[in-house]
Nanobody
């Protein structure tokens, strides 16, 4: 019923930039918090950044000042602008959204994208 599709990953040199996008589609009434997570090989998935429906943002200490999360509510899309990338930013990046379903009884569920690989070379 609901799908999150990410795009924008790739290979970049250290110091470079990438922008990730994640579009939600399906039976959506509204979206609460949207977020980006990442998981590096052999490590647990970690929260990178969140943005509420009114635009309040929060970041992991490791990305503060370098990454910017934003959203377009009209397009049900969340973005992650990543600047000054470091090799330690290499990971699979996942978007997540807390979504209110349009059909009765308007359940609220968390949905995940399929992940997009970001590789930063030194």
């Amino acid at each position: 019923q609901v799908q999150l599709v990410e795009s924008g990953g790739g290979l970049v040199q250290a110091g470079g930039s990438l922008t990730l996008s994640c579009a939600a589609s399906g039976s959506i009434l509204s979206i609460n918090v949207m977020a980006w997570y990442r998981q590096a090989p052999g490590k647990q998935r970690e929260l990178v950044a969140t943005v509420t429906s009114i635009g309040t943002t929060n970041y992991a200490d490791s990305v503060k000042g370098r990454f910017t999360i934003s959203r377009d509510n009209a397009k049900n899309t969340v973005y992650l602008q990543m600047n000054s990338l470091k090799p330690e930013d290499t990971a699979v990046y996942y978007c997540s959204a807390n979504i209110i379903i349009s059909s009765w009884p308007h359940n609220v569920n968390d949905y995940w994208g399929q992940g997009t690989q970001v590789t930063v070379s030194s």
